[in-house]
T-cell receptor
Framework: AQSVAQPEDQVNVAEGNPLTVKCTYSVSGNPYLFWYVQYPNRGLQFLLK??????LVKGSYGFEAEFNKSQTSFHLKKPSALVSDSALYFCAVRVTLHAGNMLTFGGGTRLMVKP | EADIYQTPRYLVIGTGKKITLECSQTMGHDKMYWYQQDPGMELHLIHY???????EKGDLSSESTVSRIRTEHFPLTLESARPSHTSQYLC?????????????FGQGTRLTVV
């Protein structure tokens, strides 16, 4: 089955420190991978995507993600965390169904950045 | 900000009532989706559509129904609301063709059935 997994329910990091939110995927063929962020009482906002090309993808708010084919991972990173980065983060992959393509999401990771 | 809108943002309603959650997008996307989000945050796809007159059920079984009469509009209806329907409902749309593959989400509707 085509899917993504986020192994950590929560990640805690101190402000100013680097952060990593993990994501692994399982798809057939070349993966299209995405990261979204959700702030309280809001919908999901698109952060970045990997389609093809450079394995390091840069996105919104200083976030970046590294595509690693051998490890089937797409971890989200930021060199210096801000308290305002505290939110829910979702990894997603495009999957192909009989009627076309769609996104399937991981279970989400809550990021807590402490001052 | 993406041009996709959900109304209402919050709804508290009694058991047995019929409700419709509205979702509209102005991006001309063919594909639209409804997700149900647990209090524990996991997203579950309950309905999707690939265009006008196309509706499909998602991974999570839901007693709700949807319709897609117009490209921009994808309402979700519960004929008889129950407390087990209490949840956050998120609508999304996307092109999902070529490299324009990301989905755009509305603000969500938080439904409470009492």
């Amino acid at each position: 089955a085509q899917s993504v997994a986020q192994p950590e329910d929560q990640v805690n990091v101190a402000e100013g420190n680097p952060l990593t939110v993990k994501c692994t995927y399982s798809v057939s063929g070349n993966p299209y991978l995405f990261w979204y962020v959700q702030y309280p009482n809001r919908g999901l906002q698109f952060l970045l995507k990997y389609i093809t090309g450079d394995n390091l993808v840069k996105g919104s708010y200083g976030f970046e993600a590294e595509f690693n084919k051998s490890q089937t991972s797409f971890h989200l990173k930021k060199p210096s965390a801000l308290v305002s980065d505290s939110a829910l983060y979702f990894c997603a992959v495009r999957v192909t169904l009989h009627a076309g393509n769609m996104l399937t999401f991981g279970g989400g990771t809550r990021l807590m950045v402490k001052p | 900000e993406a041009d996709i809108y959900q109304t209402p943002r919050y709804l508290v309603i009694g058991t047995g009532k019929k409700i419709t959650l509205e979702c509209s997008q102005t991006m001309g996307h063919d594909k639209m989706y409804w997700y149900q989000q647990d209090p524990g945050m996991e997203l579950h796809l309950i309905h999707y559509s690939y265009g006008v007159n196309s509706t499909e059920k998602g991974d999570l079984s839901s007693e709700s129904t949807v319709s897609r009469i117009r490209t921009e509009h994808f309402p979700l209806t519960l004929e008889s609301a129950r407390p087990s329907h209490t949840s956050q409902y998120l609508c999304a749309s996307s092109g999902l063709t070529g490299t324009n593959t990301e989905a755009f989400f509305g603000q969500g509707t938080r439904l409470t059935v009492v």
